[in-house]
């Protein structure tokens, strides 16, 4: 088994590593217009962490991205590292920035590219080729390490990438869309890779995207943008089984499964119907999402709750899970069902009727 990767400076086990406070950026249009791209961004990363950031198109994430990593200056507002200001002009070294497009020199092996890179940072170190070794072993692409870039599989060639991200030892990675377009298998061994980096080197992460599989299977924590402002954000499992604003809803469905099918939608009532059912969305978290619930209420209510969308699973490393489920809509069993559910810890929303 290969030794963990270490870096340079181990980042402290708590307290907060990237930090904004207020920060606003403004662009200005070829017609003198101003556009709001962030309104007063506050949040905090600890050391570590990985942590999501959501949200639509144009909502803020793009410029988000490059504020974080000091290739922009924020309009107002204060951007700090470890409690020092960043500034602009290309970033630090501290900092990588990994997006959707891997930048690899197509006729060079992949061990040299990777070593340019660290080079380039770091400068010529005794200890260069065994830190690259590990790195290149770490994100399993060892056995690539002298074959070309444009003779890779997309899998291999995406770690690559993130390899040169990684070469000069940064200890905050940002990944802008970093898992757009992958296939589904090849998204789950570079997810698989992430997580080991963050495990083994301490780095923290800031994923910025609108892929829900990257956020279950990394973060702990996720911050929701919409229209320049942080509109919701809390832990992973926590806002996805409970999503407050409309945005985080859609996300969240996407995450979970939970949406009815439009012939379903076409036919909801706001008013029961005699025999009819209710259909009801329950949230899951924690030990309620690993425990029977829904068998041991129908088993004390004597009768059916079918399952008509959702699914369970994990966030950040925290079970949670959300199903839509459908109830008889006639009384007292409607409300005893709504009732029972509460009691057992469920998040609980009536989505409307159906005969």
Same mark, same amino acid.
């Given at each position: 088994?290969?030794?963990?990767? *270490? ?25 003198? *217009? ?215 809803? *859609? ?105």
């Amino acid at each position: 088994m290969n030794a963990p990767l *270490r870096l340079a400076h181990p980042p402290a086990i708590s307290g907060s590593l990237l930090a904004f406070a207020n920060v606003h950026k403004a662009y200005r249009s070829r017609d003198g *217009r101003e556009r709001i791209a962030l309104d007063g961004v506050s949040f905090e990363l600890a050391s570590g962490e990985v942590l999501a950031l959501i949200g639509s198109a144009a909502s803020g994430k793009s410029a988000f991205a490059s504020l974080a990593a000091g290739i922009e200056q924020p309009s107002a507002g204060v951007i700090a590292i470890d409690g020092a200001e960043i500034g602009a002009g290309g970033g630090r070294r501290d900092i990588a920035l990994l997006g959707s497009r891997p930048d690899l020199p197509h006729s060079r092996p992949v061990r040299e590219i990777v070593t340019e890179r660290r080079e380039r940072t770091l400068g010529a170190t005794y200890d260069a080729v065994r830190k690259i070794d590990r790195l290149l072993d770490l994100l399993e692409i060892g056995d690539d390490a002298d074959r070309y870039a444009d003779e890779l599989s997309d899998g291999a060639r995406r770690k690559a990438a993130l390899a040169c991200a990684l070469a000069a030892e940064p200890r905050l990675l940002i990944l802008d869309e970093a898992t757009s377009a992958l296939d589904p298998e090849i998204e789950e061994t570079f997810l698989a890779a992430l997580s080991r980096v963050n495990a083994q080197t301490g780095v923290s992460i800031l994923l910025i995207t609108h892929d829900m599989t990257a956020v279950t299977a990394l973060a702990s924590r996720v911050l929701v943008l919409d229209a320049g402002r942080i509109v919701e954000q809390g832990a992973t499992a926590k806002i996805f089984a409970h999503p407050a604003h409309a945005v985080t809803r *859609r996300f969240a469905a996407a995450a979970t499964g939970a949406v009815l099918p439009p012939f379903i939608v076409d036919k909801l009532s706001d008013t029961p119907s005699a025999g009819g059912r209710a259909l009801v969305r329950l949230a899951f978290e924690g030990p309620a999402a690993t425990k029977p619930v829904l068998t041991n209420v129908a088993r004390e209510l004597g009768f059916d709750l079918g399952i008509v969308a959702g699914s369970l699973g994990a966030a950040g490393g925290e079970p949670y899970g959300v199903l839509i489920v459908a109830a008889p809509a006639d009384e007292p069993y409607f409300t005893a069902a709504v009732e029972r559910l509460e009691d057992a810890g469920l998040g609980v929303e009536v989505l409307g009727f159906v005969a």
